[in-house]
């Protein structure tokens, strides 16, 4: 893998182990960060198809998938939409030896919470991802949720966060009330609609986007989904990271 900034940091012919991987991928500190920091982490194909088949494991790689550890290995919270919790079959997060002093040492937990967004609550609450969380899983929703269905979820043992006065919730209140709780080092891994409404509201502050080699054709969705904002919202570059083809970018908010 080798890295294209600055050039003084490039690594040939050997992967790059998990420290200098969380070293490269760093959450920004004090007055750069000013409260919480949305990132989000992201794989799209050559011709920007963000899944194939519906799932994103298809475009992806060992290293875009030791990328995704270290995100999580980082992270506080990894805030995903219901649609993604059911087409990827996610689970609770792990904790990994690999960071528990990196983790520990920042005030953070073993592992990340999995915070799931969802207006109708339509989840399947006897899955692990909240009955068997190392750490409880929060689910975000409007005040027009179903009082049943937020009984469901707590009683499985999940915690329900109110982020928003209609049916839905409201991305710039859901970073606060993740905040208010401690949770400050955010990762979304989608999906592509809940990344338009962070990017729509302005509160995405660093898009990690895997560029993969490869090209699926098709009308699979984009990486982020929505009405159109009235203007482009502009990110600088951070940093790229090559391997066998794929470019692991970082952008940051302008």
């Known amino acids: 893998m080798t890295d294209q900034t600055p050039p003084a940091d490039v690594r040939e012919d050997r992967e790059w182990s998990l420290d200098e991987l969380a070293d490269a991928y760093a959450y920004p500190t004090g007055e750069e960060r000013k409260g919480a920091w949305l990132r989000a ?17 298809p475009i992806s790689s060992d290293a875009d998938m030791r990328i995704f550890g270290t995100l999580r290995g980082l992270a506080d919270a990894v805030v995903v939409g219901a649609e993604t919790v059911r087409l990827e079959g996610y689970r609770p997060a792990r904790a990994r030896a690999a960071f528990a002093d990196r983790r520990a040492a920042a005030g953070q937990g073993r592992a990340p919470a999995i915070v799931v967004v969802s207006a109708s609550l339509g989840l399947d609450f006897s899955l692990p991802l909240f009955t068997e969380p190392l ?35 409201e991305p710039a209140r859901a970073v606060r009330a993740l905040a208010e709780r401690g ?42 989904g929505g009405p159109a904002l009235p203007d482009p919202a502009r990110f600088a570059l951070a940093s790229v990271l090559e391997e066998a083809g794929f470019l692991f970018t970082r952008y940051r908010k302008v």
């Open 183 to 224: 949770l400050v080092r955010l990762l979304t891994e989608g999906g592509p609609r809940m990344l338009g409404q962070f990017a729509a509201a302005g509160v995405l502050d660093e898009l990690c986007l895997t560029v993969s080699p490869t090209m699926t054709v098709g009308d699979a969705q984009r990486i982020a």
């Open 41 to 57: 982490n992201m794989v799209s194909s050559l011709d920007g198809a963000a899944q194939h088949d519906g799932r994103s494991q």
């Open 135 to 169: 750490v409880p899983t929060l689910v975000l929703t409007g005040a027009a949720a179903s009082p049943d269905r937020i009984r469901d979820a707590e009683r499985a043992g999940a915690e329900v966060v109110v982020a928003g006065d209609g049916p839905g919730v």
